[in-house]
């Protein structure tokens, strides 16, 4: 594709190696690239240099400048501004919640933006969120112009749909929930494993949300009825250890508690299918994929009793109050020391997980971009 051509939809996957919005955009750009070929419309991707993914030949990569833009940021706004400049899209889909603010300027008012919020977390109570005032009034003003301008806000649950809509009543929200990766079906050694069994793990970051003090505390309770170590993974760029509780009380269990980097994919698949428990116990989430991959590894989970989790999670797994971690180390205690009922509850998550895996569509997003934009084609760009 020539580098002057206007192009149809233009995909920011900067972040595609980070946890979270990574995996989402991992999971979305085969589809995109599939289903803009079926529509006959043309593709663009915004890319840090270091972390540019594959893609077809027919997809353009579009550099970021300024290079590796920091999520909320003027230099974001900045690579934003250059990219319209530089493809002049019809449209342009950002996978996290500020809003382009170069799409205010006259010469970008034709294009369509499709934006999608993964969570509300960043306008939730202090005890949930514990970013400062200034930060909170940020994501309100970016989340009001999102309602007001996007042609369609993507949400991947329910749960979040609900509370964005309780913020801005006047969103126009598409509930597509996210499907998992199908390498995480396939076979995995769990002999591949960096940790030796026995051990329960958490994948993700260690940020305030998360409440991964509440199964700390659990686990000082419960280990010593139990031989297993706890392991902290993270599955993106590294585990984010912005609570510094954490590591605090990591410390009290040293030989107990393992704090890993980043682990490859391989390493990864295999630590998850060869633990006896994952535990999500997250104060907030948007859907919460890690619960979904242990099941689909045959591993059991216990997960907090929040809406979005409730809703990702379905029977498939146990759950438990995430302020009470007393709770949550009986459940712990109980499916580490019961075979029988630890392996009826992984078998209950495979297959809810298999059942939902049939149940959505794996590229409504996709769909509904390029189906608006077919629509569109000869109007304002």
Known sequence: MGED??????????????????????????????????????????ANQASQPAVRESTRVVLADPADAGM???????????????TR??????????????????ANRGVRSFITIHDTLHIMARHINDQPLHKRLYARAMLALDARRATTIFTPSHATAKTLLDA???????????????????PVDPALSPVAAPYIVYVGNAKWHKNLIVLLEAFDQVKSAIPHRLVIAGGGESVKTVDGRVEALAARSP?????SGRLEFTALRSLVAGADLL??????????????????????????????LLETCGDGAEY????????????IEKFCS????????????????TARQARISLTATSEAICAELSASRGGLR
């Open 5 to 46: 051509t206007v192009v149809d939809l233009l995909f920011d996957v900067r972040h595609i190696n980070q946890s979270g919005i990574g995996t989402y955009i991992k999971t979305e750009l085969p589809h995109i690239q599939d289903t803009v070929a079926k529509y006959g419309l043309s593709l663009a991707v915004l």
């Open 320 to 331: 438990f109050d995430p302020h009470d971690p007393g709770e949550l180390a009986g459940l």
């Open 255 to 259: 030989d107990r508690v393992v704090i």
């Open 89 to 106: 899209p019809r449209a342009l889909w950002v996978p996290h919640y500020p809003y382009p603010l170069a799409l205010l300027a006259p």
């Open 279 to 308: 535990v999500m116990p997250s104060l907030h989430e948007g859907v919460g994929l890690p619960p979904l991959e242990a099941m689909a590894s045959h591993t059991a989970v216990l997960s907090s009793h929040i809406p979005a």
């Open 168 to 186: 801005q009543p006047s969103a126009r929200v598409k509930v597509s929930p996210l499907g998992l990766d199908e390498i995480w079906f396939s």
């Open 72 to 86: 909320y940021t003027g230099a974001e706004q900045k690579a934003w501004a250059n990219a319209l400049s530089a």
């Open 338 to 353: 019961d075979d029988d009922a630890r392996t009826e509850l992984a078998a209950r998550g495979f297959a809810h997980v």
